[in-house]
């Protein structure tokens, strides 16, 4: 089947300290996206990403960093800089139908 | 500019009764619209989208949604609600004017269906 998936499910992170969540996709989607979701807040867009090797700022960028290496990847690292990483992460892809997939999700809580 | 409302945060239903979630937009050009059901601690499920052609769009579950562009809506609806339809429902909208490909989600609304 073919779909996303995201890695870990959940993760903690220490002050100060950096983490990387992966996304992975074998739709052969061109465009990729990484969201955070707050309680009553909906989605915000971190990052996007149409072609490998290029990607741009979303709303809520600042404190995060991401790579496009590979048509099947967008890892995002949340570094130290951001303040409040605790969020639900939620990555999507999509391709000519314009509608989204999304994978499962990773629960970031700061410890 | 693009954006999407959905008035209601919560909307509650019995079981059996027919339910709606409301969606309203606001768009230059011609509206792409999408809805997406999310269960807890789950990633978003694409139930239907409107791109072009018929007003009425059918999708996964059962559900339905009605694009009516005089009213600027796109609500989604299911004739007989069940107690698994309990989730947080998003609806979405891309602006085919402006050249952004990116859809804007509106806040959610949480369906509680009561046995």
């Known amino acids: 089947d073919g779909g996303i998936t995201q890695s870990p499910k959940y993760l903690f992170r220490k002050e100060g300290q950096n983490v990387t969540l992966s996304c992975e996709q074998n739709?052969?989607?061109?465009?990729m996206y990484w969201y955070r979701q707050d309680p009553g807040q909906g989605l915000r867009l971190i990052y996007y990403?149409?072609?490998?090797?290029?990607?741009q700022k979303g709303d809520i960028a600042e404190g995060y960093s991401v790579s496009r290496e590979k048509k099947e990847s967008f890892p995002l690292t949340v570094t130290s800089a951001q303040k409040n990483p605790t969020a639900f992460y939620l990555c999507?892809?999509?391709?000519?139908?314009?509608?989204?997939?999304f994978g499962s999700g990773t629960r970031l809580t700061v410890v | 500019a693009q954006s999407v409302a959905q008035p209601e945060d919560q909307v509650n239903v019995a079981e059996g009764n027919p339910l709606t979630v409301k969606c309203t937009y606001s768009?230059?050009?011609?509206?792409?619209l999408f809805w997406y059901v999310q269960y807890p601690n789950r990633g978003l499920q694409f139930l239907l989208k409107?791109?072009?052609?018929?007003?009425l769009v059918k999708g996964s579950y059962g559900f339905e949604a009605e694009f009516n562009k005089s009213q600027t809506s796109f609500h989604l609806k299911k004739p007989s609600a069940l107690v698994s339809d309990s989730a947080l429902y998003f609806c979405?909208?891309?602006?085919?004017?402006?050249?952004?490909?990116?859809?804007?989600f509106g806040r959610g609304t949480s369906l509680i269906v009561h046995p």
């Open positions: 979405a909208v891309r602006d085919t004017a402006g050249g952004s490909y990116i859809p804007t």
């Open positions: 409107y791109i072009t052609g018929d007003n």
């Open positions: 739709l052969n989607h061109d465009a």
């Open positions: 999507a892809s999509s391709g000519q139908d314009y509608g989204y997939t």
């Open positions: 768009v230059s050009g011609n509206p792409y």
């Open positions: 990403s149409q072609i490998v090797n290029d990607f």
